[in-house]
């Protein structure tokens, strides 16, 4: 880990490692949600080309989940995955249960019968007889962590799954699904707007030597700049209009708040992007955390530029710039913050 977030001297992209007995991967993953889901229409053959490319600059780890378009995106990256199968490190994630007649409608199941018929779906899907990180998306706290964990380990046991994850759980919550099974990972929101993980589940994995997996790195696009007026920027069918950060108001608010990481950039000769990503790596350093943050794009010209950021290191003087940020954005991650960890911290 002593080179976390660095290039080597031959430019191959550095690795982490997920957990103390989980795989290494380049330490930037490449995120396949907006492929099929969340964030308007795709050009299917940029996104394939994208999926290449990462691979090609050294990106190992490919995050999907079972509700991204109903298993469509699952069904999307199955082709690159079958391709270069043992090449890459596959994650996928049960848990979030959608409702084809109302989308903003979405339930949580964490138990034994359910995550079994999950897996078998994402199995076929996917194309594949392992799964090499398997993620519980949210937690349903009607279930017994040890019912929910102990069932993820069977899966481990019967050789359908390699590693087990967790989304959007607490420390505690982290701590105790660890005793029962080694957790490789832990895959939460975490960036220069979004900051309330390292209160107390990055500690726990960083104590635990759990990688962690920053999701939504870039803050959605936010972080990139590429909002102003977000409200009439997003296509009507865009998940992050129902965001109150992306609002009219809040997203006009945010984005002034951007300017420390625009001065940052231009003193660099970097994207604000780029200085999103070095950002999460450089903090994850403070923590001692191993972490892989899994920027999403489906254009190859944006997979370089974003992988290009492993090569950025901040200096403290760039860290304490861009500190105060997180504490003055305005409007809640999601529109129900009950779907999150937050309402059990
Ligand atoms: N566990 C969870 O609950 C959870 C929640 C959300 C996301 N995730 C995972 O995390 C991954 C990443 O999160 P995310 O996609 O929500 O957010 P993100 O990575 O913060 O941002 C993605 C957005 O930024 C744009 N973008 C990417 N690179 C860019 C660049 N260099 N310049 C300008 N714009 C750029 C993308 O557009 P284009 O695609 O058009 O390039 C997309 O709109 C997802 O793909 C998914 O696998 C997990």
């Not at 430019?11 to 380049?26: H, I, N, Q, S, Y």
């Not at 939460?188 to 104590?207: I, M």
């Not at 920053?214 to 803050?219: E, I, K, R, V």
């Not at 999403?296 to 090569?311: F, L, Y």
Request: hydrophobic share 45%; aromatic share 6%.
């Amino acid at each position: 880990m002593s080179d976390m977030g660095e290039m080597s001297d031959m430019g191959v992209m550095a690795k982490a490692r997920l957990g103390t007995e989980g795989p290494e991967v380049g330490v930037q993953g490449l995120g396949c949600m907006g492929m099929s889901f969340a964030y308007g229409p795709t050009d299917e053959d940029a996104a394939r080309a994208t999926l290449e490319r990462a691979l090609e600059l050294g990106v190992t780890l490919y995050d999907t989940a079972d509700m991204y378009g109903f298993g469509e995106n699952e069904k999307f990256i199955a082709p690159f995955i079958q391709a270069h199968r043992e090449d890459v490190v596959l994650a996928t994630k049960f848990g979030i249960v959608l409702d084809r007649d109302d989308p903003t409608k979405r339930a949580v199941r964490n138990d034994r019968a359910y995550i079994r018929q999950c897996v078998e779906g994402s199995l076929r899907r996917l194309g594949t007889d392992v799964i090499d990180l398997y993620y519980m998306h949210r937690r349903d706290v009607n279930v017994p962590l040890e019912e929910t964990v102990g069932a993820m380990a069977e899966l481990v046991a019967e050789g359908k799954v390699k590693h087990l994850g967790l989304s959007e759980v607490t420390g505690p919550e982290l701590a105790a699904a660890h005793a029962v099974h080694p957790i490789a990972a832990v895959q939460s929101e975490w960036s220069v707007f979004s900051r309330d993980v390292e209160a107390a589940v990055v500690p726990t994995a960083a104590r635990l030597g759990v990688a962690f997996v920053p999701y939504s790195p870039l803050g959605r696009g936010f972080l990139t700049g590429a909002f102003v007026n977000a409200s009439a920027e997003l296509g009507a069918d865009d998940f992050r209009r129902t965001m109150p950060r992306f609002n009219e108001e809040n997203a006009a608010a945010n984005a002034a708040l951007l300017e420390p990481v625009r001065a940052v950039a231009e003193a660099r000769g970097a994207s604000l992007g780029q200085i999103a990503l070095a950002w999460v790596q450089r903090r994850a350093r403070e923590h001692g955390l191993s972490v892989v943050p899994i920027p999403g794009t489906r254009k190859p010209s944006r997979v370089e530029e974003n992988t290009a950021a492993t090569r950025i290191t901040l200096t403290e003087d760039e860290l304490a710039l861009l500190e105060p940020i997180a504490g003055k954005v305005v409007g809640g991650r999601y529109a129900d913050m009950a779907f999150t960890s937050a309402g059990r911290e």
